[in-house]
């Protein structure tokens, strides 16, 4: 009789605490919105979100380097337009000062205003994406341009064939890039090196007599410059339709990932709540019953 007494009683008592653990557990997910907070409790299913997270992370940095080079590009368009439009100005400043009619004190006037311009061109192709310089291929920490005290303008950034600049945007994607002045300009010792034909542009125009050949023979550089950075532009929005369609691809997989490590982190709350209402009827049914078995049980049970 002892035996049976201690029996139920043990039952009903270990009832009520697995109830009650039971419901506490849902009770606790909810609170916390987690399946589970310890390793220990789902291994398998922690071991795919570790996974998942480490993904999510490598994915949020590819995104991130996206978002930097496709500013980049914007900038290096825009910079370009500008340019372009400082260019137009110079070569309708040369047609006018190639015109017969030009006296020596106009043309320097012109020239005047085309140093203006060509200092502002010089200061454009200097710009720096944060801390790099855009224009310098892959010598960003060079300033591509610099002028010494008689005028002369020298390049200091890398060849077109020095290499590329390199970004990891997808998972085995990289995106390769380099824009150097010397692309549009020439270098220093080029044939078509828009810096040096302006400074001889420049000592034309100041000439006490006017050669207005010479002078409309520096169109041509012109030309080449406005072509070179239309085929820059090109490039540059070829870039950002590449960057866009990695950007999308990416997004479309952390969502996918996303997902996936929130049906196995998070808890489902509607399904939570179920198991709660369920949780609570075990619950209060273990109460009913060890309160019918243990105040059914009394000391003489036990004598």
């Given at each position: 009789m002892r035996i049976a007494t201690s029996t139920m009683t043990n039952m009903a008592t270990g009832s009520i605490n697995n109830a009650y653990e039971s419901y506490l557990n849902i009770l606790n997910k909810i609170a916390s919105n987690k399946n589970f907070t310890k390793m220990s409790e789902n291994p398998v299913d922690g071991s795919k979100i570790l996974k998942l997270k480490e993904q999510l992370s490598k994915l949020e940095l590819y995104q991130s380097n996206i978002t930097a080079a496709t500013n980049e590009m914007d900038l290096v368009y825009d910079t370009l337009g500008s340019v372009t439009d400082e260019?137009?100005?110079?070569?309708?400043?040369?047609?006018?000062?190639?015109?017969?009619?030009?006296?020596?004190?106009?043309?320097?006037?012109?020239?005047?205003?085309?140093?203006?311009?060509?200092?502002?061109?010089?200061?454009?192709?200097?710009?720096?994406?944060?801390?790099?310089?855009?224009?310098?291929?892959?010598?960003?920490?060079t300033q591509p341009y610099t002028v010494d005290d008689d005028g002369n303008t020298t390049y200091n950034g890398s060849s077109k064939e020095a290499g590329k600049r390199n970004l990891t945007i997808a998972e085995g994607e990289t995106f390769s890039y380099n824009f150097t002045g010397e692309e549009i300009f020439g270098t220093q010792d080029g044939v078509n090196d828009f810096f040096s034909q302006m400074k001889e542009l420049d000592e034309l125009l100041n000439a006490d007599t006017l050669d207005y050949d010479a002078i409309r023979d520096k169109l041509n550089i012109l030309d080449t410059a406005t072509k070179n950075i239309t085929q820059m532009q090109g490039t540059v929005s070829a870039y950002v339709s590449k960057l866009d369609s990695a950007k999308d691809a990416n997004t479309d997989t952390i969502t996918k990932l996303t997902e996936d490590r929130v049906d196995l982190e998070e808890v489902d709350i509607i399904k939570a709540a179920s198991d709660l209402a369920s949780a609570q009827t075990a619950l209060q049914a273990s109460y009913l019953l060890g309160t019918t078995v243990l105040g059914s049980v009394s000391l003489l049970d036990y004598l």
């Open positions: 260019i137009s100005a110079i070569n309708s400043l040369i047609v006018e000062a190639s015109n017969a009619t030009t006296t020596p004190d106009s043309a320097k006037a012109i020239a005047n205003e085309i140093k203006q311009r060509v200092n502002s061109i010089r200061d454009k192709m200097n710009t720096k994406y944060m801390d790099n310089y855009v224009f310098s291929g892959t010598y960003t920490e």
